[in-house]
């Protein structure tokens, strides 16, 4: 668009300015012809008339007197006339443009014509008269062609600049518009979006390669920031769940505490103050003060127990023993409550039956089953234990007691520390309700199954032990 508005601006004055040179040109070469005598005479005519129209001009060259010597095609009789009427006639449309000792060039408008020249009048070496003439109009008449032909040329160029440009810049700016959606999709947390290089690599792909990098980055520290944050999380419910068994537990330790002290404490407040006089009621009184110490004892120590298997901190020994001969000796010692209670005991398919695990928890499942049976018996006040070979060395121990089956909404809870399902019975046979979650930390840390089940006649609590290596089974139990 500049160089069209150049071109219609100047290009008349510079094509005048080129042809006044081409004038100049001619001048001198036919100077140069009329020093070296190659000017005049027919054998030289063909190459001057070639020579002037090759620069588009007319040309006359005369002697003194006026005869012709060399002419362009142009009539020689209308040059002629305009040689003596630039010659003689000098009048005002006569603007002279360079003057010189040899030739004078000028502009004039000649009578009986509508358009300028410009004319080139002077003497050759030899004295004859050179004329030159080429017309202004037939110049600005090219002038304004060319001017056209750029004009046209721009507006072409205007259309394919902006074609090409829609491709280029497209090309330029859709990877730009690609990686402003990427950042816009990581500022939303959404690492998945990443930049593909295009097939000729430049500095855009170098950005889109940093900002993937840069979103990997962020991702993995996102990741890490919510790792740590779930971490965190889950360590505050730990340690308020903690706190809570803690002020849970220090409840439920003072709750049970609290009666047998508060009885041992009246009982012997009696007996120091000889409320009873006679033998058989003090006896009564220190039996009460001895049974309320072994109650306090036993929960104490299974508090122990407990919070060592919790903690871990119980070091398993693991050996091979007859489980009926330890199953028999916990009957034993319960001889007495069986015979008060008036409980039907039975062993069911009794046989030697040798275990691998730790004895001493082992004894505290064993224990701890019984207790609970004796202690939720009624009915027919029948307790039987079983035994139930399983699959791939495994013996599964049943202690059946005939009580009210476990509500639904209870077994679920019945292995939690101090949850007593029935807690005026508890009370009455000295539970705990901690033996149970023993069971359940015993198991738990020798790695085997365990489990309750209410049954039409009552409920069965069972575990499972590995049987020792070279066991026999019997087929028939």
């Not at 003194?64 to 095609?73: F, I, R």
């Not at 009048?121 to 030159?132: A, E, R």
Request: with cysteine; charged share 25%; net charge negative.
């Amino acid at each position: 668009m500049v160089v069209s508005i150049l071109s219609s601006c100047f290009l008349g004055d510079y094509y005048i300015f080129e042809k006044r040179k081409d004038m100049k040109y001619i001048y001198s070469n036919l100077s140069e012809r009329c020093d070296s005598h190659k000017l005049y005479g027919s054998d030289y005519s063909e190459e001057l008339v070639a020579l002037f129209d090759n620069y588009s001009v007319s040309c006359l060259i005369t002697e003194a007197d006026g005869e012709p010597l060399v002419s362009s095609n142009t009539d020689s009789a209308v040059l002629l006339h305009q040689l003596n009427y630039a010659m003689f006639s000098k009048d005002e449309s006569v603007k002279v443009i360079n003057s010189t000792e040899e030739y004078e060039l000028f502009t004039q408008r000649f009578p009986g014509s509508k358009d300028d020249y410009l004319l080139l009048l002077g003497l050759l070496p030899d004295g004859n008269v050179i004329f030159m003439r080429a017309n202004l109009a037939a110049m600005e008449h090219v002038s304004s062609i060319t001017n056209k032909f750029f004009l046209h040329m721009v507006i072409l160029a205007l259309f394919v600049t902006a074609l090409f440009s829609h491709f280029a810049i497209d090309r330029f700016t859709k990877p730009l518009f690609n990686i402003i959606d990427i950042t816009k999709r990581i500022s939303n947390f959404d690492f998945e979006a990443h930049y593909k290089p295009q097939k000729v690599y430049n500095e855009m792909d170098d950005l889109g390669e940093h900002i993937n990098e840069m979103s990997t980055t962020l991702k993995r520290a996102i990741t890490q920031l919510r790792a740590a944050n779930e971490s965190l999380k889950h360590d505050l419910e730990v340690k308020e769940e903690t706190e809570n068994m803690r002020k849970e537990f220090v409840s439920n330790v003072s709750h049970e505490l609290k009666t047998p002290i508060a009885l041992i404490q009246g009982y012997a407040e009696g007996l120091q103050e000889g409320i009873m006089d006679d033998e058989n009621s003090r006896q009564i009184y220190l039996d009460i003060i001895i049974d309320e110490a072994n109650k306090m004892n036993r929960l104490v120590r299974e508090m122990l127990i407990l919070n060592q298997l919790e903690a871990g901190q119980m070091n398993m020994d693991m050996v091979d023993f007859n489980v009926t001969d330890m199953i028999d000796g916990v009957v034993d010692s319960n001889q007495i409550n069986f015979e008060a209670q008036n409980i039907t005991y039975s062993f069911i398919n009794k046989e030697e039956c040798i275990v691998h695990a730790d004895e001493f928890l082992v004894e505290q499942v064993i224990t701890n089953f019984v207790s609970n049976a004796i202690h939720y018996v009624m009915n027919e006040n029948i307790i039987t234990v079983r035994y139930d070979f399983v699959k791939k060395g495994k013996v599964r121990i049943s202690v059946f007691n005939s009580g009210n089956n476990i509500a639904k909404k209870d077994i679920k809870h019945i292995w939690e520390k101090f949850y007593k399902a029935d807690k005026a019975r508890s009370r009455e046979y000295g539970g705990s309700g901690i033996g149970l979650s023993v069971v359940k930390a015993t198991m738990d840390l020798m790695h085997e199954k365990f489990g309750v089940e209410n049954l039409p006649n009552g409920v069965e609590f069972w575990c499972e032990l590995p049987l020792a290596k070279d066991t026999k089974i019997n087929k028939n139990s």
